[in-house]
């Protein structure tokens, strides 16, 4: 197993598969291109037995970092992958200097925000009727990133 931080063009065709079984709106390829070599965004993928087994990227915006996507083929889930993805990511956020880190979640996602709370993650607000298919609440996640260490308040 492997943490990516620059997948190749060529594991496009794996990443665009899992973004399609993973998101009722999937990004497109151009979308997801655009995020995996933006300056300002970092795209890791987790390789397992020679092929893409998950992927996640976080975005910056001032001193604040957004984790877009994180997801992780059905296959392999339960793994840890997801978390091992997200902790890269939260190396990247405190090499950028952020003071901390947004992500948003369906609320009815509970796997989900079992994982973030576990992180540290708390919930600073909620987008009503965010989501469609089926529609519901966008719950706003934050963690605070504490500088020279490698952990996260």
């Known amino acids: 197993m492997n943490i990516m931080t620059e997948p190749t063009r060529r594991e496009m065709d794996r990443i665009l598969e899992i973004e399609g079984i993973c998101f009722n709106h999937p990004w497109t390829e151009g979308q997801l291109l655009s995020e995996m070599y933006s300056g300002d965004a970092i795209f890791l993928a987790y390789e397992e037995n020679g092929g893409i087994a998950g992927y996640c990227n976080f975005h910056l915006a001032g001193d604040q ?28 956020a405190e090499e950028k200097n952020c003071t901390s880190i947004f992500l948003e979640v369906r609320c009815s996602n509970s796997p989900a925000i079992a994982l973030y709370e576990k992180l540290g993650f708390k919930p600073a607000g909620r987008r009503k009727n965010y989501y469609d298919c089926p529609r519901e609440d966008g719950i706003i996640m934050e963690k605070g990133v504490t500088k020279n260490d490698n952990s996260l308040c």
Do not use: S
Not at 65 to 84: Q, S
């Open 65 to 92: 970092a957004e984790m877009y996507k994180v997801a992780v083929h059905p296959d392999f889930r339960r793994r840890g992958i997801a978390e091992a993805m997200i902790l890269a990511g939260f190396g990247w």
